[in-house]
């Protein structure tokens, strides 16, 4: 659909209007490729005048992105950050200085890259992506930590030339997109790396197309293990890189096995930026401490103990299964379980099956969701067990399987809430409105 079908909001129209318009003013949702993103920043002059991480990934992308705003905030440093995709709110997507993004300061940047476009057709992402990059370059910021959307080298994200890129972990997601082997996906998201920068790659056994192509464009390759690593105790852990050591450090506040790989990461690009971005010892220390990031091993307060966690593939499923394994015991473990059917979800479910008794799948929106049923009739055909102890059983959507685990789970047992950003943002929304509901 092209936009003289769709009527054009303007800056004073309410954000919801202009996402859905946004929504329908390509003809699909996702259409890989920088020429008509390069073609409109060109047109707005984006300047992005500070330095530039950019950070992709198969899993740990958000958490990465989190603790490096989270430790140059601390340092005084005035930074931007842009994630994707949201859970409850657009504006999550957009940081400046701590502060999330609000619906005026959103909707005047998309009425400029709309304008600016004339009849270039963006895709939702593009267009949103110009506009967050828009707000960061009329606010003078130091720094600007960019998480890529999908992949590396067609993502919109990689208009932006990187001072240090990082890529985080290499697994297979989005295969329709990116392929389907680690070598393939691997060199999609080497593509954020540039000639002669800082590239950090926290995944402990990366894969050769993604060394090959950072050693061919003259990238100067930091990789876990031989340039940076880190190690730990049970109450304390330090970093060691190519020059520098930050010793005896408090566990970061974000919870699970492989924060520490994260963390490292995002400790060695500043080790690589510190000319150019000095960072005190104790900034990282009281940056680590405050990081937040929701939906990631995300442990609510109370009982029943509730998990919130967005993976949905393989790689994801086995650190949420060993994260799980950790925690002591609990008599039951019922999952509300929502997934997108373009994933993979038996790779996902064989990871996970011998920690949870109970099975609540809950039916997510959109065209990609799988229907309660359909994803239960998947857990049967898998031999997930029925029986005194254990079930499967469907909703309509993940609100409904919340609000019936609450009424089944005991004190003393855990709910864990996964599968999809959508399976836990419904979650987050049902205990919204429940919450209000409360106090109406």
């Known amino acids: 659909m092209s936009s003289s079908s769709t009527s054009r909001p303007d800056a004073s ?53 989190a603790t490096l705003e989270s430790i140059l905030l601390c340092a005084g440093y005035k930074v931007g950050l842009y994630t994707s995709p949201h859970l409850l709110d657009f504006n999550e997507r957009a940081r400046v200085n701590g502060e999330i993004a609000t619906d005026a300061q959103l909707t005047e ?11 270039v057709s963006l895709t939702y992402f593009e267009l ?34 990187a001072d240090c890129a990082i890529v985080t972990s290499v697994d297979l997601d989005h295969m329709d997109y990116l392929g389907d082997t680690r070598e393939q996906i691997g060199f999609e998201k080497a593509h954020i790396f540039r000639p002669g920068k800082p590239a950090i790659c926290a995944d402990p056994v990366p894969p050769e197309t993604l060394v090959e192509y950072a050693q061919s464009i003259g990238a100067d390759l930091w990789r876990f293990g031989r340039d940076y690593n880190y190690s730990g105790d049970k109450q304390q852990w330090s970093y060691g890189g190519r020059n520098q050591r930050r010793n005896a450090m408090a566990y970061p506040a ?15 690009a500043l080790e690589a930026l510190r000319d150019r971005l000095p960072v005190p010892q104790q900034a990282v220390r009281l940056g680590l401490l405050q990081v937040q990031l929701p939906g990631r091993f995300q442990i609510l ?51 996970l099956k011998g920690r949870i008794d109970h099975w609540l799948c809950a039916g997510l929106p959109g065209p990609r969701g799988l229907t309660g049923e359909a994803l239960a009739e998947r857990l ?32 003393g047992d855990r709910i864990l809430v996964f599968g999809s950003f959508l399976t836990v943002a419904g979650v987050l929304s049902y205990q919204r409105e429940a919450k209000a509901a409360r106090h109406a």
């Open 13 to 65: 129209s309410p954000l919801s209007t202009w996402l859905s318009y946004l929504e329908s003013i390509h003809s699909r949702p996702i259409d890989m490729g920088l020429d008509r993103v390069r073609q409109v920043a060109d047109r707005l002059d984006l300047k992005l005048d500070c330095i530039r991480v950019v950070v992709g990934g198969t899993n740990g992308k958000g958490s990465t992105c």
């Open 301 to 351: 307060p109370g009982q029943p103990t509730v998990i919130l966690d967005v993976a949905h593939n393989p790689h994801a499923a086995a650190v949420l299964a060993d994260n799980l394994g950790n925690m002591g015991f609990h008599p039951y473990t019922y999952a509300v379980f929502g997934m997108l059917g373009d994933k993979d979800i038996d790779g996902v479910v064989e990871k």
């Open 109 to 119: 940047q998309f009425a400029a890259v709309d304008a600016a476009r004339g009849d």
């Open 380 to 411: 049967r055909a898998l031999g997930v067990p029925e029986g005194k102890d254990n079930s499967i059983t469907a909703y309509n959507n993940p609100g409904d399987a919340y609000a019936a685990v609450e009424a089944r789970a005991g004190e």
């Open 254 to 268: 974000l919870r699970g096995a492989n924060q520490l790989l994260n963390a490292a990461a995002a400790l060695a």
């Open 128 to 161: 949103t992506t110009l506009a967050i990059l828009r707000l960061f370059d009329q606010h003078d910021l130091d720094v600007v930590v960019l998480e890529v959307g999908l992949g590396g080298r067609l993502d919109a994200v990689n208009i932006v030339d």
